[in-house]
């Protein structure tokens, strides 16, 4: 497992926009499939965005177009860059890493960051 940790989350109006970042520890962040979930109140946990470790991007529907993720090897982070901000974007928001490829399956993920706040006011 690594340790996650996020920061970046914030208060925006709706079309603003927020850069998340996950910055993890260890020595292996390439061999690691990395994924953004967000949950919000009385939802369940959901997928936003990943890469799996064979450099593959992958994005929920809701957020296509509009987020974008990318990873640092050098700098062991994670970063997910979000526009046009919506309402139903509010949640909080985790960083998680797997072994596995499979970026949008939550059950393969087995370390997560501690989560962070994302609220957009329309």
């Known amino acids: 497992q690594v340790q996650l940790v996020e920061s970046g989350g914030g208060a925006v109006q709706a079309g603003g926009s927020l850069r998340l970042s996950c910055v993890a520890s260890?020595?292996?962040?390439?061999?690691?499939?990395m994924g953004w979930f967000r949950q919000a109140p009385g939802k369940e946990r959901e997928f936003v965005a990943g890469?799996?470790?064979?450099?593959?991007?992958y994005y929920a529907d809701s957020v296509k177009g509009r987020f974008t993720v990318s990873g640092d090897n050098a700098k062991k982070t994670l970063a997910l860059q979000m526009n046009s901000l919506k309402a139903e974007d509010t949640a909080a928001y985790y960083c998680?890493?797997?072994?596995?490829?499979?970026?949008?399956?939550?059950?393969?993920?087995?370390?997560w960051g501690q989560g962070i706040q994302v609220t957009v006011s329309s």
């Open positions: 890469i799996s470790w064979a450099g593959t991007s």
């Open positions: 260890g020595r292996t962040f390439s061999s690691y499939t």
């Open positions: 998680a890493a797997s072994k596995d490829l499979r970026v949008t399956r939550m059950e393969y993920f087995d370390s």
